[in-house]
């Protein structure tokens, strides 16, 4: 299982999820305004708005926010312009990381992505110098002990997935970004209550490290994601099996 999926499986163990649950809302509201503002109001018509929206709606968010999102995205915005920055480098022991970010100020989220990373031991690389070791995938989760790999890997090739695997007491639905809500849809429609459903960056290749390093470069992506500006964190960093034991 990629490291991304055992790491959000082991904030859910630990509560941190929950803590944060109306963080990810307020990034999650700014998804699917600039993507109204940039593409209309229509999820039919717009996939990055489709796609925001179904997001939001694995994280149980309510339908009022959702609406209320897109209404301020499409026209109550006023003069603020978001855009979507994405910053490179690396976490101790060479481990890749790529910080996906939107914002209103370029200058204060460089500020702030460098003076994470290099608090905590990291380094601010140039564009391109990571982003080729990762592929952008629909990943989307269910708890192995609620159903049978078999069942979900039959319902999901079925509806265009590309792969399922199981690890860790997770049951993980890989598919293409473009495929991605319309194979959550389908899963949902038959009764498959998922654990998260994400668009993110895999690793091509892991990078293993031991549980005292790999604890370094974790508290970088736990700051990095606490960072108003910052959507999402991914590296390629395959954490130790007994991570979670922390």
């Known amino acids: 299982m990629s490291g991304h ?5 082991i904030k859910h163990k630990k509560g941190i999820a929950d803590q944060k649950r109306g963080q990810k809302f307020t990034k999650l509201i700014k998804e699917i305004s600039v ?7 229509d999820p039919d018509m717009n996939a990055a708005l489709r796609t925001a929206i179904l997001k939001a709606r694995a994280e149980n968010m309510p339908k009022d926010n959702i609406e209320r999102a897109i209404k301020k995205g499409s026209g109550e915005m006023g003069n603020a312009v978001f855009m979507e920055l994405v910053y490179e480098g690396y976490a101790p022991g060479g481990v890749a990381i790529i910080v996906d970010t939107l914002t209103d100020n370029k200058n204060r989220t460089a500020a702030d992505v460098r ?3 290099t608090k905590l031991g990291g380094s601010l690389g140039s564009s391109g110098c990571v982003s080729y070791m990762f592929q952008t ?3 989307i989760t269910y708890d192995a002990s609620k159903y049978s790999e078999d069942e979900i890997f039959n319902a999901a090739l079925e509806n265009g997935a590309e ?3 199981t690890e860790d007491g997770v049951i993980e639905v890989t598919t293409s970004p473009a495929d991605f809500g319309t194979v959550l849809e389908a899963m949902q429609a038959a009764g498959f209550e998922q654990d998260s459903a994400d668009v993110s960056r895999i690793a091509d290749q892991t990078v293993t490290l031991d549980k005292e390093k790999a604890q370094k470069v974790m508290n970088i992506v736990e700051r990095l994601e606490d960072l108003d500006d910052v959507q999402s964190v991914a590296t ?6 007994d991570f979670d034991e922390e």
Request: proline residues 4%.
């Open 5 to 9: 999926s055992k790491w959000a499986t």
């Open 236 to 241: 390629n960093l395959e954490l130790p099996d």
């Open 137 to 139: 995938k629909g990943v």
């Open 163 to 165: 792969d399922v695997s």
């Open 115 to 117: 003076s994470t990373l």
């Open 35 to 41: 993507a109204a503002r940039m593409g209309g109001a």
